[in-house]
T-cell receptor
Framework: DAGVTQSPTHLIKTRGQQVTLRCSPI?????VSWYQQVLGQGPQFIFQ???????GRGNFPDRFSARQFPNYSSELNVNALLLGDSALYLC????????????FGPGTRLTVT | AQKITQTQPGMFVQEKEAVTLDCTYD???????LFWYKQPSSGEMIFLIY??????QNATEGRYSLNFQKARKSANLVISASQLGDSAMYFC????????????FGKGTRLSVIA
């Protein structure tokens, strides 16, 4: 079975631009969570979606938004990119949203210049 | 306040030896879960082991065991018989409460296994 997939793998953007990151959960999983991992730090929670509804939001500015589609895939959007948005963005899926069974994807590495 | 503290930025261990990675946590919630993840250079977070706050016994998964000391609020990961493939970043994480709360991660420990 395919694991969590994320696209693109790498991305380079310029300050002020907008970016969309995509995540496909494991088949049958209905919850998707997004995390930001800045170099040298642990991942930080951004959003959780379950059954297409936002179930949680971390301490991130409104420039960050996300949505979940009927097939449970998800997109993370970041507007007005800042240099500090450079990070590895991780997506995790689980059947019910329970963190115990979260499976992470390989991440999208975003570089903002 | 830091909820998860990993005080060892880097650790070295000889192949086939055991190594302990430290993790302390802070919570006032009586119900919580503690997790360890491995992150190779590829970036993917790989789940290793889980310990619930009400679990009576320390969790074990193959070569991984979790030394859970509730009173000290510590949840150290022990890797036995280290292998070269164990070289990676290791993150301790916690989830508070019994619902769909997010994982809170520590800053990680980089483990290097030496042949």
């Amino acid at each position: 079975d395919a694991g969590v997939t994320q696209s693109p793998t790498h991305l380079i953007k310029t300050r002020g631009q907008q970016v969309t990151l995509r995540c496909s959960p494991i088949s049958g999983h209905k919850s998707v969570s997004w995390y930001q991992q800045v170099l040298g730090q642990g991942p930080q929670f951004i959003f959780q979606y379950y059954e297409k509804e936002e179930r949680g939001r971390g301490n991130f500015p409104d420039r960050f938004s996300a949505r979940q589609f009927p097939n449970y895939s998800s997109e993370l959007n970041v507007n007005a990119l800042l240099l500090g948005d450079s990070a590895l963005y991780l997506c995790a899926s689980s059947f019910s949203g329970s963190a115990y069974e979260q499976y992470f994807g390989p991440g999208t590495r975003l570089t903002v210049t | 306040a830091q909820k998860i503290t990993q005080t060892q930025p880097g650790m070295f261990v000889q192949e086939k030896e055991a190594v302990t990675l430290d993790c302390t946590y802070d919570t006032s919630d009586p119900s919580y879960g503690l997790f360890w993840y491995k992150q190779p250079s590829s970036g993917e977070m790989i789940f290793l082991i889980y310990q619930g706050s009400y679990d009576q016994q320390n969790a074990t998964e193959g070569r991984y065991s979790l030394n859970f000391q509730k009173a000290r609020k510590s949840a150290n990961l022990v890797i036995s018989a280290s292998q070269l493939g164990d070289s990676a970043m290791y993150f301790c994480a916690m989830r508070e409460g019994g619902g769909n709360t997010p994982l809170v991660f520590g800053k990680g420990t980089r483990l290097s296994v030496i042949a």
